[in-house]
């Protein structure tokens, strides 16, 4: 029934992942440990890396290094991860999870929201402008971009500091931008839209194993962009992290055009909402289920947070006296330059954890550098990027590591045949590469493999 034009629905930014977040350590029944150094390409979203965070041991050493294919995407990965680092002494962890989840997967949030958004983006253009050759936190390091890419990351935070007058308002921006989306997406069956998006939730999501995610909440992200509506309150303000600049080609010039281009079948709820250690929010009564990927996400955020906090702290010669400490919710944005910088500094420090941002081209250049040779202890690739993936991988995978390759199963648009042809240029893909099948269970979501050994 939802045909739509193939990859349409998934759109070409990727604002979030299209499966569970997974503890890129763990291998079946082992985990590894000591120091490691994972690669992300294209992840989308910081959940593998608070994932794979929270199942480390106190001993461990974890460097997570991260390539994504926009400036867009690494400016919001920026943006949660400087969340998820707030200490609970500047945000309590429920509202710090609400927050999160809002600017995560809402197209509308609170106006408290986007004032926490404006101010965060207020930091993180200051820490990015900062010719440091040491990063102000570990877990936020830029200092390996061009200086191009950190240009562009400051006029992308300035943006959300300062969107245009017009575009303050959701209904202005935002709203038009989602459904002229819908609209392109859907083509003549846009009036019986409804029936589109219960069909991709039943006969799709549902049948894949997603059947706790929410009619009601479903139906409003697809008509709306909102997946997130945890508490009363009025979703009207734009959330500018989703928005970003798409080039097209018209009748033989260039134009830029702002809107939103990221998913709008699949929905956010795959990143936290799906899985579930805890057997009781997958309960059901009547044959339906109790507790909602929107209760589901929240109880996994919060729990990745708390683990956070055990891991690290604000380090004693950094930390600013009690009375300087304030919400970083409602701190206002004009804020002295000095200030900024105790506020960055406040941020928790997670012990022997850094995340690394590299230029967006590093994936075929990593290679032709001597500190990568055989350096990933396990490289973890997005289905968007497969493409990117070549034999020189085994060039910079250390000895034994795995590989993780996000399959298509969610990308709703696909058909079943197109799922099994994926999956096999991804096995084709890592062979190529010095990849083998690893021995684990085998999974539908993700395709595992284990450098042959020479």
Known sequence: MSTGRTMEGAGCVTWWGFSPALDL????????????NVLLVGSGDPRHILKTIA??????????????????????????????????ESMGLHEKTEVFLELFGNSEVRSQTEETLRHVATELSLSVTET?????????????????????LDRIFKRWIHPPPSARSAHVSIA?????????????????????????????????GCGVINKQHYKLWRERGVAFEM??????????????????????????????????????????????????????????HVKTAQDISYVNVQALFKSLS?????????????????????????????HHKSQINELMHLNGVSVTFLPLDSLSKLPEKQKYSHFFNSIYCAASMVHHLSPTLRQIAAPKAALVVELAKYLLDLTKEQEVGFAEKVGDVAKEAGFEPSQEEKRDVYATFALQEE
């Open 231 to 288: 508490r009363e309150g009025i979703y009207q303000m734009a959330n500018e992290s989703l928005l970003s600049t798409r080039v097209f080609s018209h009748r033989g010039d260039k134009m830029a055009l702002r809107g939103y281009w990221g998913d709008i079948v699949s929905s956010p709820y795959l990143s936290f909402g799906i899985e579930t250690d805890d057997e009781e929010l997958l309960q059901k009564q009547n044959g339906q």
């Open 55 to 88: 199942g480390l041991r106190d001993t461990d050493t974890l460097h997570i290094w991260v390539i994504e294919n926009s400036m867009d995407v690494v400016a919001r990965q920026l943006l949660l991860l400087f969340l998820a680092l707030t200490p609970q």
């Open 132 to 152: 440091l050759e040491t990063p102000t936190n570990p877990c936020l390091d830029t200092t390996h971009l061009r200086f191009k890419e950190r240009d562009d």
């Open 310 to 338: 055990c891991r690290g702290g604000t380090p004693p010669s950094q930390a600013c006296s009690e009375e300087g400490k304030a919400l970083v919710a409602l701190e206002p944005v004009s804020q002295p330059e000095a």
């Open 176 to 208: 038009k931008a989602w459904d002229g989306r819908v609209r392109q997406h859907l083509g003549t069956r846009y009036d019986s839209r409804a029936g589109c998006f219960d069909w991709d939730l039943t006969m799709k999501l549902h049948q894949k």
């Open 25 to 36: 350590l763990h291998r079946g029944s082992e985990r590894q440990e000591g120091e490691v």
